[in-house]
Structures are given as structure tokens and as C-alpha cells.
């Protein structure tokens, strides 16, 4: 008896490793490297955006209304690329939502391994959402994405900030 359970333990145990070794090359991916500058306008720039942006957020009159054009967007995604040397963030604004990207180079020698995700977030019935994300190779459906951001969210951001976000972004 004691034989057979250490027999399904093992292979339990073997199933796992394997199991997680295949999770970690499906999200992960030879990372690509670019040379990316920051220049002082995409500072000026982003420093811009970001004030105007929490001068309307101190608005309490429920209407919020935030336009962005690919410049300024370009500009934050520089300037979080160099904050988060890491990181390397893009973004690309259309008439249906906003396309964001990041890759994140791991901090491993071998194997050489990077994590690339994209989220694509449109309007929906419900306010802004995740349409549908990508993490390597792995699809995340939005009724998947949009909990684990809000998982996210709540757990990096401190209240009530949090809540105000969230309901910014399910504004839209």
C-alpha cells in the first residue's frame, strides 16, 4: 500500500514539473530587444498628461472625459519603458479601443527567457473592458482578463484610489 501511494505521489509530482515546465515556455518567448530613447519632450510630455489627467480625476462631477492621441500615449509608453528598464511598454490608439503591450525580460541567465502580453480594450455593454489579452502564447478571454485586472489593481493600488480607477476605467 505504502509503495502504490508513494508510486502515484511521484508521478504526481512528475505530471506538475512537467506541466509547469510547458506553462513556462508557452508564456515565455526569446525576448526581443530594442533601442528605445526617451527624449525630454516624451517627459514633458507624459508629465503633461498626467497632471491634466488627475486635475480631472479631482473633478467629483461624475463626468470624466479623457482624450488621448497616439503622441501622448507614445510618450507615457517611453517614459514607463524607462521607469521599468525591464519593461518595454507600446501602445497604438484606433477608433475601436486602445492596444496595449508589454515585454518584460526575466531576470534569468539560462534559459534566456522573456514574457510578452498584450491586452486589447474596447468599449463594451458593461463600460470599457479587456476585449481579449494575450500572455506568450496563451489567449485570456476578457471574462478571464477583466477580474484578474481588477484582482491586480486592487492589490497594488491602495483605497479608495483603487476603487476610483476602476470605475474610471469601466467608464471608459
Not at 488627475?54 to 524607462?82: C, P, R, T, W
Not at 477583466?146 to 480607477?165: C, W
Request: proline share 5%.
Amino acid at each position: 500500500m505504502l509503495n502504490r501511494l508513494s508510486r502515484y505521489f511521484l508521478r504526481s509530482i512528475l505530471l506538475l514539473a512537467v506541466l509547469t515546465v510547458a506553462l513556462f515556455f508557452l508564456i515565455t518567448s526569446k525576448p526581443v530587444s530594442s533601442q528605445r530613447t526617451i527624449e525630454a519632450s516624451d517627459v514633458t510630455t507624459a508629465q503633461r498628461v498626467l497632471s491634466d489627467t488627475v486635475q480631472h480625476l479631482a473633478q467629483h462631477n461624475g463626468n470624466i472625459k479623457l482624450v488621448f492621441e497616439q503622441k501622448q500615449l507614445d510618450a507615457l509608453m517611453n517614459v514607463a519603458s524607462y521607469a521599468l528598464p525591464q519593461v518595454e511598454f507600446s501602445g497604438i490608439l484606433n477608433p475601436f479601443g486602445v492596444a496595449l503591450h508589454a515585454q518584460a525580460t526575466l531576470p534569468l541567465n539560462w534559459p534566456r527567457r522573456g514574457v510578452q502580453m498584450s491586452c486589447l480594450f474596447m468599449p463594451s455593454n458593461k463600460g470599457f473592458a479587456i476585449e481579449h489579452c494575450k500572455l506568450g502564447s496563451i489567449t485570456l478571454p476578457g471574462w478571464i482578463a477583466n477580474p484578474l485586472l481588477r484582482l491586480v489593481v486592487r492589490s497594488v493600488i491602495a483605497e479608495p484610489a483603487d476603487q476610483q480607477l476602476l470605475a474610471l476605467f469601466a467608464r471608459g
